[in-house]
C-alpha cells in the first residue's frame, strides 16, 4: 500500500509529465512556422534558417536568412524577427515573448536576443561549428550577464537538419557542375 506521500508524488509526476507534453506540442506548433520560413530562405537559395517570435500564444514576428540577398552580415532570421517584434510592441524589451529558431542563434543572434531581454528560446538544430546556445558557448545562459534565457533544444531537430543538409547537399552539387 503507499503512503500519502507517495501518492502525492505520483500525482505531481503526471501532472508534471502532462505539462511537458502540452508544452511539447507548443513549442512544435511555433516550431513549424520557423520551419516555413525557413523554407522561404530555402526558396531563395539562403542558408535556411527561419525564426518566429511569440507573445500572448500569438506570432508577432517572422524572420529568414537573407544574408546574400541583401548583402548583409545583419541579415540572420532572428535579428530581423526581432526588429520587427520591436517595431510592433513599440519597445526594445520583449520580456514577455518566445523566440523559436531552427538553427541555433550565433554570437550575434545571441547577443541580440540577450539584449532584447528574451526569456525563453527554443531551438531546432544545434550548430556545432557557429553555435552560442550552448554548442561553442552559452551566450543565452551566461551568468555574468544581466539577462539570461531558458533554452529549450532540439524541438523539430530532426527536420530542422533535414533541411540544412539538403540544402548543403544541392549547393555542393551545384558547384561540382560548374567545375
Known sequence: MMS??????????????????????????????????????YDINEVPIGCVIVQDDKIIARGYNRRNTDKSVLAHAEIAAISEACKKTGDWRLEDCTLYVTLEPCQMCAGAIVQARIPKVVVGAMNPKAGCAGSIINILQMQQFNHQCEVERGILGERCTEMMTKFFEELREQKNQVM
Open 4 to 41: 500519502k506521500e507517495e501518492r502525492e508524488e505520483k500525482r505531481l509526476a503526471k501532472l508534471q509529465e502532462k505539462e511537458e507534453k502540452k508544452n511539447l506540442k507548443i513549442y512544435e506548433k511555433y516550431m513549424e512556422q520557423a520551419l516555413k520560413e525557413a523554407k522561404r530562405a
